[in-house]
C-alpha cells in the first residue's frame, strides 16, 4: 500500500531542504527522498584522504539569505560562519591586486596599478551596490508570464511595478548589466586590464562564458550578491558546506519533515493531469497531492515525467534550456596551503591587515588571460592556462584536517563537458597536471607538497549529483533562461503543466548558488495555492 503524505521532496540539496522546512512550518507533512547516501546536493562535506575533510562540490557560503538562516534557526541547528580573508590576484611578476569588500583597501590596491581607476573605484563601488540591491529585491519575486491577459497575471505584474516603481532611474543600469559583456561593461569604468581582470574573474565562475562575451556582466553581480563577510560576500562554514545542509535538514526534521536517503526516484506518478505521488528505483509507492522537484528541469521533466504527459512546447523549450558546463573542481589533501611568490610582498605591505595568508585567491592576472581559457574550451577542448580559485579553508578550520596539514579547494574553467575529437578518460591527468602546473606558475612548488587529490569534471558532478552536464547552476546565467524565462517560458513561477508538480531547484529563478532562495519561493507558491484549494490559513512565509 501507498505511504501518504501532505508533499513529497524529490532530492535532499539545500533548496529542497529550505522547501520541506518551509512547508513543515506551516502544517504540511513533507516527505523528502535522496537519491544518495548523504543529504546536501552539492553542499557536502566528504573524507578526501584518512583525516582530511573537504567540500566536494560548492566550497564557500555567500548568498546563503539571511533571513532563512533566522527563519529557520540555523544557527542553533549547528551553523557557524567562520570570515574569509580579502581576496587576492596574484600577478606573473611577483605582484598582487587586492579585492576588498571595504573601499578604501581595494582602491589603496587599485592605486599602485592606475592612479584613474584608483579614483572612480568608490563611484564604482555605489553603482554596482545600488544595482545589486536592486536584484536583491528581484530575488524573492515570483516571475509571471507576461504574455497572459487574466486579471490574476495583470494583478501580479501591477504589484511588482508598484513594488519596482522607485528603481525606474536604474532601468539603464540593470539592462547593462542584462547586456553587455563584463569587459565592455568594466571598461567603462577602468583602463587598466589587470584591474578589470579582478571583477571579470567572477564573471567566468561556472558559466560557459568569457569575459568579452555579451550578458556576461551579469554574472559579475549573481556573484557579489552575498551579504556575508569577506570580498564580495563569501564565508566558509565549519565543518565544510555540508554543516549547512546538515543544519537545515534538523529545522526540517524539527517541524515535522520526514528525511530518506538511498531513495533515487523512478518516476513522477501522473494520472489525468495531476502529479499524484512518486515510485522509487526499488518499488516503493509515496503518493501526496505535492510533488516538489529540487532536481533539474531537465532531469524532471525529460526523466522523471516523460515527454507524454508534457506540451511539445514544453519538451522543445526545456531541451533547448542550455546547461553545457565547463566548469571543474579539485579537492587537496596538502602538507602546506600554496607559497605564492608575491605572498610576503601582501605581508610585507600590510595588504592583508590582520591576515597573515590568503584564505581566498583568484588566478587570473589579466583580461586576455581570462578570455584565452574561453578560447580554449570554445573550440571544444580544456584551458591550456585554466583561472583557479584556490581557497584555504583549514586556515580557520582546522578541523578539515590533520594538524599541520591543509585542506585546498581549487575551482576554475575551463574543462568541457564533452571534448572534441578527445576522451577524457585519455586527458583527465594531463588536465589535472595542467591545473596544477598553473597553481605552481604563482605558487613555485606547490604540486610537490599535494598528498592526495580528487578531480572532477563536469561529468563527475553529474553523475554524482545529477546536475546537468555537470553546471553548478542547473543552467546558464543568461538574460534568455532569467526571470520569466527560467527554466522555460510560461512556467516559471516554480509551477509547471502536471497540476501539482512543481520545481524549487536552481534551474529556477533566481539560479544557482547556494542561497535557498528557489526553494523558499517555491514552498511561498505551494502553500498559496493550498490556500486557494482549501481556504487554510497558511502564511505565505
Keep these: 500500500m501507498a505511504q501518504r503524505y501532505d508533499a513529497i521532496i524529490i532530492g535532499a540539496g539545500h533548496n529542497g531542504l529550505v522547501c520541506a522546512a518551509y512547508l513543515a512550518r506551516y502544517g504540511l507533512k513533507p516527505l523528502v527522498l535522496e537519491r544518495r547516501p548523504v543529504v546536501g546536493g552539492a553542499a557536502v562535506t566528504e573524507e578526501i584522504a584518512p583525516g582530511f575533510r573537504a567540500s566536494i562540490f560548492s566550497y564557500l557560503m555567500s548568498i546563503l539569505h539571511p533571513r532563512i538562516q533566522q527563519d529557520l534557526g540555523l544557527r542553533r541547528h549547528g551553523l557557524e560562519v567562520l570570515p574569509c580573508s580579502d581576496m587576492l590576484s596574484p600577478l606573473d611578476d611577483g605582484d598582487y591586486i587586492l579585492f576588498s569588500d571595504k573601499v578604501e583597501r581595494t582602491q589603496a590596491s587599485f592605486a599602485r596599478f592606475n592612479a584613474a581607476d584608483a579614483a572612480i573605484y568608490p563611484e564604482f563601488d555605489r553603482h554596482l551596490n545600488e544595482t545589486a540591491n536592486i536584484f536583491r529585491r528581484l530575488l524573492w519575486e515570483t516571475p509571471f508570464d507576461p504574455t497572459k491577459r487574466d486579471w490574476r497575471t495583470v494583478r501580479q505584474a501591477v504589484g511588482f511595478a508598484l513594488r519596482h516603481r522607485r528603481h525606474g532611474r536604474k532601468l539603464f543600469a540593470v539592462a547593462d548589466l542584462l547586456t553587455m559583456s563584463a569587459y565592455d561593461f568594466l571598461s567603462e569604468w577602468f583602463q587598466d586590464e589587470r584591474i578589470k581582470a579582478v571583477l571579470a574573474y567572477y564573471a567566468s565562475i561556472g558559466t560557459f562564458a568569457g569575459p568579452r562575451t555579451p550578458g556576461s556582466?551579469?554574472?559579475?553581480?549573481?556573484?557579489?550578491?552575498?551579504?556575508?563577510?569577506?570580498?564580495?560576500?563569501?564565508?566558509?562554514?565549519?565543518?565544510?558546506?555540508?554543516?549547512?545542509?546538515?543544519?537545515?535538514?534538523?529545522?526540517?526534521?524539527?517541524?515535522?519533515?520526514?528525511?530518506?536517503?538511498?531513495?533515487?526516484?523512478?518516476?513522477?506518478?501522473?494520472?489525468?493531469?495531476?502529479?499524484?505521488?512518486?515510485?522509487?528505483?526499488?518499488?516503493?509507492?509515496?503518493?501526496?497531492?505535492?510533488?516538489?522537484?529540487?532536481?533539474?528541469?531537465?532531469?524532471?521533466?525529460?526523466?522523471?515525467?516523460?515527454?507524454?504527459?508534457?506540451?511539445?512546447?514544453?519538451?522543445?523549450?526545456?531541451?533547448?534550456?542550455?546547461t553545457f558546463s565547463t566548469a571543474f573542481k579539485m579537492n587537496l589533501a596538502v602538507e602546506r596551503p600554496p607559497q605564492y611568490r608575491c605572498l610576503a610582498k601582501a605581508v610585507g605591505d600590510g595588504a592583508l591587515g590582520d591576515w597573515a595568508y590568503p584564505t581566498y585567491v583568484h588566478i587570473a592576472p589579466d583580461i586576455d588571460y581570462l578570455e584565452r581559457a574561453y578560447d580554449d574550451a570554445k573550440h571544444g577542448w580544456y584551458s591550456a592556462a585554466p583561472f583557479v580559485t584556490p581557497v584555504v579553508p583549514t586556515i580557520v578550520d582546522p578541523t578539515l584536517a590533520p594538524a599541520g596539514k591543509h585542506v585546498v579547494n581549487l575551482f576554475g574553467g575551463h574543462a568541457p563537458y564533452r571534448l572534441k575529437n578527445g576522451d577524457w578518460q585519455d586527458e583527465r591527468e594531463r588536465f589535472q597536471k595542467t591545473v596544477l602546473d598553473t597553481v605552481d606558475r604563482f605558487a613555485p612548488g606547490f604540486s610537490s607538497d599535494v598528498i592526495a587529490a580528487q578531480l572532477l569534471l563536469p561529468e563527475d558532478i553529474e553523475r554524482i549529483v545529477g546536475l546537468p552536464q555537470g553546471h553548478i547552476f542547473q543552467g546558464e546565467l543568461a538574460l534568455d533562461q532569467l526571470f520569466f524565462q527560467r527554466p522555460v517560458p510560461h512556467w516559471a513561477d516554480y509551477r509547471t503543466p502536471i497540476r501539482g508538480l512543481y520545481l524549487c531547484g536552481a534551474s529556477t529563478h533566481p539560479g544557482g548558488g547556494v542561497s535557498g532562495i528557489p526553494g523558499y519561493n517555491a514552498a511561498r507558491e505551494i502553500l498559496r495555492d493550498a490556500r486557494r484549494r482549501s481556504g487554510m490559513g497558511y502564511a505565505a512565509g
Excluded at 569577506?230 to 526534521?253: D, S
Excluded at 516538489?292 to 515527454?307: M, Q, R, Y
Design 217 to 322: 556582466a551579469y554574472v559579475i553581480m549573481h556573484h557579489i550578491m552575498g551579504e556575508n563577510a569577506g570580498a564580495g560576500g563569501w564565508g566558509f562554514i565549519k565543518g565544510g558546506m555540508g554543516a549547512i545542509t546538515q543544519a537545515l535538514a534538523a529545522a526540517a526534521r524539527e517541524n515535522g519533515a520526514e528525511i530518506l536517503t538511498d531513495s533515487p526516484i523512478r518516476e513522477v506518478t501522473v494520472v489525468g493531469g495531476r502529479a499524484r505521488g512518486v515510485v522509487t528505483a526499488d518499488g516503493r509507492d509515496y503518493r501526496a497531492p505535492v510533488v516538489v522537484s529540487n532536481a533539474s528541469a531537465k532531469a524532471l521533466f525529460l526523466d522523471l515525467v516523460g515527454e507524454r504527459h508534457l506540451p511539445a512546447e514544453v519538451v522543445r523549450d526545456v531541451r533547448n534550456f542550455r
